[in-house]
């Protein structure tokens, strides 16, 4: 594991927003963990995300890996999710498809129809690599 500094700069370089809306704190990378796995803190809008999953307060989810999954924020305030991925690799696609914001509760860019075009093709593009399957 890489020392606290190194840690700090790992996660001011993690927090970036992506096309979906969410903000996205990269905490643990898998360079900090030699692979095994990395932890991501999940800020989702109102109405952020795609497809509901159920899962109330304080709930645990747990996703088998390349399982699909979705989830919708369906509530009245911002959700937090806390997300680890094993094996790591996941923050490396959210950090080639998204856009960096200055801080987590910055709003997201303001993308033009194209923007959000390449965004979703950028995506496309790279979810083979990082072992992702998209629903758009």
Request: charge should be positive; proline fraction near 8%; charged fraction near 25%.
């Amino acid at each position: 594991m890489q020392g606290l500094s190194d840690r700090t700069k790992a996660i001011d370089r993690g927090i970036l927003t992506r096309s979906a809306g969410g903000t996205y704190t990269i905490l643990v990378t898998g360079k900090d963990t030699g692979g095994r796995y990395c932890l991501i803190d999940m800020l989702i809008p109102l109405g952020g995300g795609p497809e509901p999953r159920r899962a109330g307060a304080g709930s645990t989810v747990n996703i088998p890996a390349n399982a699909p999954h979705a989830f919708k924020n369906i509530s009245d305030k911002p959700a937090r999710l806390l997300c680890m991925c094993l094996p790591a690799g996941q923050e490396e696609f959210f950090l080639a498809v998204g856009d960096p914001v200055d801080s987590r509760t910055a709003p997201p860019p303001k993308l033009s129809n194209d923007e959000r075009a390449e965004r979703i093709q950028r995506a496309r593009a790279l979810s083979a690599k990082y072992r992702t399957e998209l629903w758009v």
